[in-house]
DNA sequence: TTAAAATATGCAACAAGTTGAATATAGTCT
DNA sequence: AGACTATATTCAACTTGTTGCATATTTTAA
């Protein structure tokens, strides 16, 4: 249920209400690398949030564009934040399309498994070539960040790690196949 | 949309057919180390998929246990599954608790993080464990694999990969907190 | 002897996630 | 002028996933 803490995550960290607009922007980005969804669901979420006394809103009048609505976390949804950090967590239950047709490898050509195993790859290579860049951006002296930036700089660990993890994976199954299958 | 594609790669690989409780068991080890589900879902998705075609059930009367029904996959079946294993995947989406967790980690005192990143490292190293386990006993010798078997052996090995990079973020990021925060 | 585990299937309620569309304004591009 | 992009929110329908419960029999363990 990591959709609400999330999005409380997203709030706690800042000076400033944002809008749903706003977070579903943040999804992309940020906190969007280890936690995805769409705007629809935030703003279903940001109305339960606000409900549960999680959240409180704002009206804010525009002329230029649109009105919004910007959301701020209570002191009660800061708390419940807290208590769920503190909760041991379960790993993510693993769920791969690629590794499900992999069980079944046999009953295609191998080369249809090639092929999709190269474009996964790609996918991680992109990846991992745009966190290297936030990395030597934002990340270069360890010693000169802040308490938020060091865990941001762990956040970006961990995916650097992932996809690395799954590029490596990628070739070593795309090397078996091209070589010991006959 | 693959927990029905996971089924029918089950049912695709068997001389035999099975029953939602064998499948259950199923999604308890082998294709449940890439794919987690419950036995009510599979009942309900088995009902679902044998309303559209893709499978056929047999129902079998027993005396000492209770009767059962067993499921093979149809013609259809086999094609929709060939066909789902052409079409390009996408990395599942992440979504990581631990990593919500650490974003906001400022919240909380670091042993507190520290604490949860040694339990998940267990969890992921006993994983790493037993996948060993499995390849010193099934998969010693790639040369005398057949097909099944060089598929299931590419599958372990991404669940070796998988598991060993958890476990070296989860000890990056220990050291890190130990070390770089004051 | 009582409790539990294993075998076997399913319903119901609810929560979470996906997909498509509707609405409205302002600015930019062709 | 018409199309597209950015801002901003929401509804509706549907699929998928989770949790708790209900049922029934036989074997095994405490």
Redo the contacts between chains.
Sequence with gaps: M?LS??IL?TL??RAKPLSGYDLAKEFNSS?G????TTHQQIYRELAKLEKEGMLTSELVRQKDRPDKKIYSITDYG?TH??E???E?????????????????????PKE??IG?LE??RD??KERLRLYHEYEKKYFLD??KMN??G??????L??GI??E???I??CN??IE??KN??E
């Excluded at 041991?88 to 295609?108: A, C, N, Q």
């Excluded at 060091?150 to 956040?155: A, F, H, I, Q, V």
């Design positions: 990591a803490h999330s995550a706690v960290g906190v690398f280890f936690w995805k800061r934040l807290v769920w950090i503190a041991p967590s379960v790993p993510t239950p693993i769920k791969e399309d690629m590794l499900v047709k992999m069980y079944v490898g046999f009953l295609v249809i498994l999709e474009q996964l996918i991680h360890v010693t308490m938020k060091k865990y941001r700089y762990l956040n660990r961990s790690n992932f690395a993890g799954h490596k994976w070593e199954a078996f196949l010991e299958f």
